[in-house]
């Protein structure tokens, strides 16, 4: 069983600040890495891939990855109301019956208050 | 416009009666998914299939049966089997290699 852990929150940040969110993963072979958002009965969307040690920034969202502590993260920059939602970490299964499987996390919740 | 369509949007369910989930994407991905998530929780894998005509369990694969005959479709099945059918039904599809999934808006099925 490939074990994907999140900080289970809740996580509650005022508007404008910086929030962070945490992932360990346990196949150091793994290789793919996805930060998806979920909003209150909705599907989940895709915001992040990284695939390479270091800083991957789109926008608002910085993802981090550092695979020799098996670790990804998620950063939000002036963080706003609407990117209250419950933030999903995924990693793709790199080796044998796990190859094409996605690994998800149970997922953070985060409320940003005005 | 390119994506995941599911129906229905809402499903019930009688006792002993099994129902059909669609799924249909017209990415011309190759891979694609069936996820439970219950209320709180996170997403639990039921099958998914790498190409046509071949298909792999989940996690909980007990109680649903799936079919993939063609490239853009993957329906599942909930079967009477399934005691506790209650919960929102995700489908994904990924194109292979790196490249994540991407999600339908879901199906929620109901006991009646």
């Known amino acids: 069983q490939k074990e994907v852990e999140q900080n289970s929150g809740p996580l509650s940040v005022p508007e404008g600040a910086i929030a962070s969110l945490n992932c360990t993963y346990s196949?150091?072979?793994?290789?793919?890495f996805f930060w998806y958002r979920q909003y209150s009965g909705k599907s989940p969307e895709l915001i992040m891939s990284?695939?390479?040690?270091g800083d991957k920034e789109d926008g608002r969202f910085t993802a981090q990855l550092n695979k020799a502590s098996q670790y990804v993260s998620l950063l939000i920059r002036d963080s706003q109301p609407s990117d209250s939602a419950t933030y999903l970490c995924a990693v793709k299964g790199d080796r044998g019956s796990t190859l094409g499987r996605l690994y998800f996390g149970r997922g953070t919740q985060l409320t940003v208050w005005p | 416009d390119g994506g995941i369509t599911q129906s229905p949007k809402y499903l019930f369910r009688k006792e002993g009666q099994n129902v059909t989930l669609s799924c249909e994407q017209n990415l011309n991905h190759d891979a694609m998914y069936w996820y439970r998530q219950d209320p709180g929780q996170g997403l639990r894998l039921i099958y998914y299939s790498q190409i046509v005509n071949d298909f792999q369990k989940g996690d909980i694969a007990e109680g649903y049966s799936v079919s993939r005959e063609k490239k853009e479709s993957f329906p599942l099945t909930v079967t009477s089997a399934q005691k506790n059918p209650t919960a929102f039904y995700l489908c994904a599809s990924r194109q292979g290699g790196n490249q994540p999934q991407h999600f339908g808006d879901g199906t929620r099925l109901s006991i009646l």
């Open positions: 196949d150091r072979v793994s290789q793919s």
């Open positions: 990284i695939y390479s040690n």
